[in-house]
């Protein structure tokens, strides 16, 4: 087996995309604790809706952003991990959907930043 | 190790001879791709309709109340759970099994954050559960 006609780990785009994945993926199920906690006081409205005024924040907001970030990436490039699997000799085209993936990733962050940012500052929400 | 093993089974080695055998990781790694399929379109979807359809503020009790009187929205819900608890920490174990070398160490982390999963599985299903509009 050469380098050449084997799928050995060659770092590069692949080792980035393996790093950002366990990030994203790691942050993401911290949020699922967190989220599990805050939902869990739906019973007690008056601590429900002080939790959910209190996620209106600008802060928190820019933590939306990160959150929408994390799973689009995480799920696109879980895409590309199914892709890869199952069709090996898509691995030629590896490089080219990682950028393809993290540009839409950036895309769709970008995009629902702005939606989820825009009340903080135009107001009317609250 | 598990692109080596991609590599052997599409190679020259000999599959035909080979009885496959599914131990507990090929298990894993199958839960891993469906999870994650049924998450791609779960997960973004709520998302969509939580954070963009919706300001984070406008989901108090009583949104969650309209959206709860239908079974259909809180089994998505708790499917997001159960999938989201049980591919995350199944994420968790192989960041476990790489960075945490010392094995009382591993043995210990790995129960915490199993123990916590298991926790927030049980708690977020009563929420669901016993939520009463």
Known sequence: MTPANSTIYKGKTGQWAFVLHRITGFLVFMFILLHVVDISTVNSPSIYNAIHRLYGNVLLRIFEVGLLFGLCYHALNGLRIIMIDFFPDSIKNEKRVFIGIFSLSILLTVVGGVIILKPFFVGGVH | ?133
């Open chain 2, 1 to 133: 190790m598990a692109i080596r093993t991609l590599s052997e089974t599409t190679g020259r080695a000999k599959t035909s001879q080979r009885r496959s055998r599914q131990n507990f990781e090929t298990w894993s790694w199958l839960f891993m791709r469906i999870s994650g399929l049924v998450l791609f379109f779960l997960a973004l979807f709520h998302f969509f309709i939580m954070h963009i359809l919706n300001d984070v503020t406008a989901t108090n009790v009583t949104f969650v109340a309209a959206r709860w009187k239908n079974p259909l929205w809180r089994l998505s819900d708790w499917l997001l759970l159960a999938l989201g608890l049980l591919h995350g920490s199944n994420g968790l174990r192989f960041i476990m099994d790489d960075y945490i070398r010392r094995p009382s160490t591993r043995v210990a982390v790995k129960s915490l954050v199993y123990g916590l999963a298991g926790v927030m599985f049980i708690y977020g299903t009563l929420t669901i559960v016993t939520f009463k509009g």
